[in-house]
């Protein structure tokens, strides 16, 4: 009757935690039955013995770059949808949202969201995938007749958008119009949130003196820029009662600035990263390590080729304020945060065709690094170790952030983002506290990249 | 194998709908199984056709007082536990805790839950109950020697105290040596918060000038004052770290306030009512019918005993401004209230031992009428009706606010509160929106009181 | 010994009313001696008797818009320098300051300044008048060259930006790049805070669908464009130290984030009018008059050409909410505003040159009428019968805000804005109050303008 | 003419600085003329040069027990009215507000009143004085008898209630009953708002702890409970609509609270002291001088009998966080706080009749020890050294907080608080910045105490 019986597990949805003796049967890859005790025996079936475990709904990773199409020719250095996938299923996620993103000079999107599926089939993928349309030039072409085809042809259910990087940001107006259309189809808007003329000038004169060491990174980026950008965003969206997401959210103002819209009914979801719950910018300053505490040799140090920092360097940047920090947290916990992803954007530091970008002249340069950091794979097990296992939130609220939720955003919930009868069988199973204690290692990551910004962090708990 | 079967229902939780084929199997009282399809078929079985209707966790109504022992002889006129809990299930409430209320001079709680115990049992229930304990006398022996034991020998897991009524008002410092029990065994500590002093400031400078009709009741406890213990029983369970609930919110400061508390990590919860959502207090002023809008025709209004009003007086009051009524579906909304009860307060008008207390001048005079509504058979289908079908919730927060948030409030998690194998059987059917299209009529309610303050209203669904 | 002494009036300054037996001797038009009683007697002396009056310090209206070069011809239809200031003496006001507007193209300001004192003295002034400088084209030279040398030979102490208006609005980065530089020389940034690209989508959209009587104005400028611009002004201030001025706020939004600023202690200041603390939008659909509750015979009514409610457009528009007016009252009493200017902005309906802009289709269209509306006269007397007489704010506020403060913000306190010995001589006197009763009205105005905004208003005082 | 001039001075007042050459002529006590430049000659007056100095009006300050009738008979250690007001002049004070309080069993409080004005003027005082009167037992025939008539015959302004202090703590009827009549007479009600059953609950928690050294006492004195009677006090006067001053602010959470309900136009007003400007509760832990940094030998350390941080127990506490010192000096800068007075509440410590209270057991127990510091004279110089000249509050804001505003809260505006024709000539003259360089020591000072807390403080200036 079942392929498969996963058995005497405790199923956690965002509400409940079922009973240990709970049976699962699957079958054609959906879930079938739930069950209080033992399910008919039957020889042929697979069996996985979950006695003693919490199973979660599958990982679902909404902010993840793969494979960008990018300006220069060089910079396709990082994750393959390959490595991406098999690194995020190794992690216990089983959906990733990747980006289709458009160049300022593209007229149509039909050509790039192919090219994307492209890539993604070319060698096979180890989880289920979807992408969103990152829009950098909305024409009205675009917005009337392509966002209304991709969206009920080929399931992009989302558009992001930024409102910083000159090459990238969008104005107030093109803004509004896209938010009129993604509210008329129900998609979500994704929205990087930096006010680029604040970030620009502070760039601008750490220039002019000099100051490009990675930790400048984080002066360049203030957190005023953030909390700027959100409350437009959140005024737009206002204008014209339309969902917006604030994505990779990392600041007191920000997140608060959220919650007050969230608590006027105000339709403006929040999404942070593993970045800004565990590390401060502080942590760009030395050879690194993301303040995991572990101890450097001498030697270590003196080999350092001063690049530790610049792995670092993401936007928005880790913050230099420990209120920041215990900020997101309090969004984590207290409900302001609807969807926990890991902005997934990996580049190699040693590259084959040569050293990364930024250090051509012996000296790393935050202006000139590329911003992102891999995290795919470790994401839930972090969220687990120090956000479960050390009491900040509970299971359920770890099963709403990673899987329920960002299934409802992004129209999954039918299929994905619950262990129900019906819905698609993406179980991830977790052994108990304290059966791992181990420190996480780019060695055990299956990644194709050369290092993890958490590299020492624990990790008392993986999925099986 | 299985008792009884439900099919084709969709089961709701928090945050999942199933989809609309799904089958339970119910056994010995408690859910089984859960199956996307028919659960295998057996002769002998009982089916229920839940084609098309929701299927949610049986309600649970933690603020009902049936019975209690009263400082005057006559006041017993209200509900028993066999009609109270009658018109519980018929509502579709599965779960009621009730009070045991100790009085000034009551030594021993022992006695007291003795009695209520042989209350409820004596011509039975028919739904699941509990009790929480009201002290208004706090003795030492009483926190550290009783409460422990009724904790975890009679499975009384809440205590109540008001910081109003002169007979049952306790102090701050009360108040904080009951946290600290609470806190320690982790019962759950409901505050009725109003400011007793400047309530009685008022009802004296309003008794000086005559002013006692029943709207007058609303100027009396004004929401300054509910306002204002609020915030104290909030800073008292700072202070002690002790998790609580201010019970039936009726204004926008006090859920503003709690909101903070929420926002800031404490542990603060709140419970609302049906008719903080429902109605005003101008409703008072009139023949009543709680501005559902229904006509009273010229003969109706001269045949008004003036007691219309009278019978709406329940503490704290129907509010003033609608701002305030905005203010309590917003928390309703956004995830301030926690729980959703009746408060089910019953006093029968016509009394056989004579008219109600408060009539005898021939005026109703709000500072003699006892405080109080019946509802707790109104309660759902309200909701349901104003809440879910006029889509200013979900049904998964409808679950959430009547079921599953109540059950971990009072330590029933693990047996109810949730649609889940290895849970009880509490399950209510409610088919969907539009079927049923009707007024809500003392007639049809199964109380033994003789009017609802919810006459009139409309209720879209009802439960089967 | 003295040219002019005012005797036994009561002098007013922002903190003390002086016994009503107060003496000032006044010589080369500079405040030279104040005495409890008489000044020692001399014949040659001009006297004027103040008893019973209250005497203040001479208004200060620093929000003057008079003789502007337009990119249109035939635009100059409003005051001149003469006009405008012998209307402003007639109401109390005895300094302005006007705006000399940079154009995109103008390469260089001093031409410009030039320009403008030519126009200022062509024909006399009837009081003091300096200059603010509105950019709309901030280059590095008029930036580092120009403006130091305008503040330092000019006296120039005031810039002015706009964040509306496709020909005048200026980019957050030149907003930053202004803001440095007047933060290091000392000077005011005054900023017109509303988000265009908001206005702009509502306006299209309100134009798409033929929707351009007056009253439209006010929906097309809402209070979200309003309160998303001042917050980035304030954090764009808040990102370089930089005092700013938030002129004409008008809305409840606005006036409550400025606030919260600067209860944080940043630099930020308000400034509000008149027309924000009396009038709501209501007042552009009928036939005007500003809801002062005058009644208008069917006659008057069928002879309106429409153009009552266009003669109140201004920017930011009268609001719809009481509660914008109410908040604004609130910034006024609470200490929020810090200057209360008249934002004088003429324009005569009946043109010689032809009937007004904005009429060609014989239908008045809120999108083509000029913006603006004349007070400098009326500024005074409305403060005075609407605020102090009406008991909103003391007579010491009053001063605070039409004289003390705003000649702090602009270089001019140790001339003007206090009455005490070396201070300019410019005085006040006002008789009390219900000497006067009745109703303004444009025949009594000595302004070239042939309408007010608040005919009919009352003003039960007038300076003499 | 003059019996006194003083001459080339710069009056200061709250919103004014005169120019240099400014000459003032006094006769008779009080102001007549203030002239910009020379005054005529007249060989027969007394002349005092203030070349290049501030002037401001005579200091007042409004919280200042002294001498006053205490439940215990060895309880008059501190300053009679002599030394005190010897102290207050000698600090640029020229008025004090001293208390006379009820005890719970005065039936009257005209023989409290006539026994305060004998001791007061028993040995003479050296600057005028008032009295408030601290109500712990408001009977009717007090409050509806007694208060109007001192009110009208006696000058009294204003009543003190306090919140906290078992002795003297007033309930919340009794607080509405008060502010009814104060409202009424326009009299100003002070109140100390702490809540005591919260610090009585960590009091009796320390000590049977055995924790009650001095640095305890902050401990026991949380912010929170200061926060929570702050709001309480708020939310009585709201319901009255009666104005309050709340004395001694020294937290974050009640400022914060007080300008909330500023900002609301609520009449309320605070008070704060320089301990809480200047002090942290680290400075009860060690042996004292109140965090001034000077560094202490070990023979000083061995020699300390454990009583120098019990000299720093003031009620409200110094605070544990430089957030509320940070919060307080906010208040005084963005305007919440209304006066600024010393709570100068004097006991010596090596008292005649013994070592002090406190100190029996041989360790200081700050359950024991009398609350209050000695601080009447430092007052002033303190504020002008640590606002004005280190640049945190302008001089016009220093008088406002210690003169102008206080006069207007008790009553006093028409005589006292600003420095104009007609009113009393009470001057202070202080020379620049920078002309003196000395730390502050009890040597110096001119109380009958035998120490200040405030030893080793700088004080840049010093009232002539």
């Not at 793969?66 to 060089?74: D, E, S, W």
């Not at 959220?258 to 050879?287: G, H, K, V």
């Not at 993406?426 to 050369?450: A, C, M, R, Y």
Request: proline share 5%.
């Amino acid at each position: 009757m079942y392929d498969l019986i996963i058995h005497n597990g405790q199923i956690v949805s965002t509400s409940h935690v079922s009973s240990p003796d709970t049976w699962i049967g699957i079958q054609d890859e959906k879930i079938v039955c739930i069950q209080a005790g033992p399910l008919p025996h039957d020889a042929s079936k697979r069996y996985i013995d979950a006695k003693g475990a919490y199973i979660t709904p599958g990982g679902i990773d909404t902010h993840v770059h793969l494979q960008q199409l990018q300006v220069a020719p060089g910079d396709d250095t990082g994750d393959t949808f390959e490595s991406g996938t098999r690194s995020a299923i190794a992690g216990g996620t089983t959906t990733i949202i990747a980006f289709a993103n458009q160049q300022r000079h593209d007229k149509s999107l039909y050509p790039l969201v192919e090219e994307y599926h492209r890539r993604a089939s070319k060698d096979g993928t180890w989880c289920d995938y979807g992408f969103h349309v990152i829009l950098t030039n909305p024409t009205k072409a675009i917005l009337d007749e392509e966002i209304p085809v991709l969206f009920e042809k080929e399931g992009i259910s989302s558009i992001k958008v930024y409102m910083t990087y000159e090459a990238r940001r969008v104005g107030d107006r093109d803004m509004l119009e896209i938010m009129l259309r993604t509210r008329k189809l129900g998609m979500t808007l994704m929205i990087h949130a930096e006010n680029d003329d604040m970030v620009q000038l502070v760039i601008d004169h750490l220039r002019d003196n000099d100051l490009t060491e990675p930790h400048h990174h984080a002066i360049a980026r203030t957190p005023l820029a953030e909390a700027e950008a959100t409350n437009r965003a959140i005024c737009l969206s206002n204008l014209v009662s339309s969902p917006i997401l604030i994505v990779h959210v990392s600041s007191s103002a920000a997140m608060s600035r959220i919650r007050t819209a969230q608590n006027d009914l105000q339709p403006i979801f929040a999404e942070t990263c593993p970045q800004y719950l565990l590390m401060l910018a502080d942590a760009m300053r030395s050879s690194g390590h993301g303040g995991c505490g572990c101890s450097h040799s001498a030697e270590e140090k003196a080999e350092d080729d001063g690049f530790e920092g610049a792995k670092l360097i993401c936007s928005p940047p880790l913050r230099e304020s420990k209120d920041d920090l215990d900020a997101v947290w309090k969004g984590m916990i207290n409900g302001t945060v609807t969807t926990f992803s890991s902005d997934h954007c990996p580049s190699a530091f040693d590259h084959p065709k040569g050293k990364k970008k930024g250090l051509e002249s012996g000296k790393a340069d935050f202006t000139k690094v590329p911003n992102g950091l891999p995290g795919v794979e470790t994401r839930l097990p972090l969220l687990m170790t120090y956000g479960v296992e050390k009491e900040r939130i509970t299971v359920q609220r770890f099963v709403e952030v990673t899987s329920t939720q960002p299934a409802h955003l992004y129209g999954l919930q039918h299929r994905k983002g619950s262990i129900a009868p019906g819905m698609d069988a993406d179980i991830v199973i977790w052994f108990p506290n304290g059966t791992i204690q181990e420190e996480i290692s780019n060695d055990k990551l299956h990644h194709s990249i050369d290092y993890t910004p958490f590299e020492g962090f624990q990790a008392t708990n993986w999925p099986r």
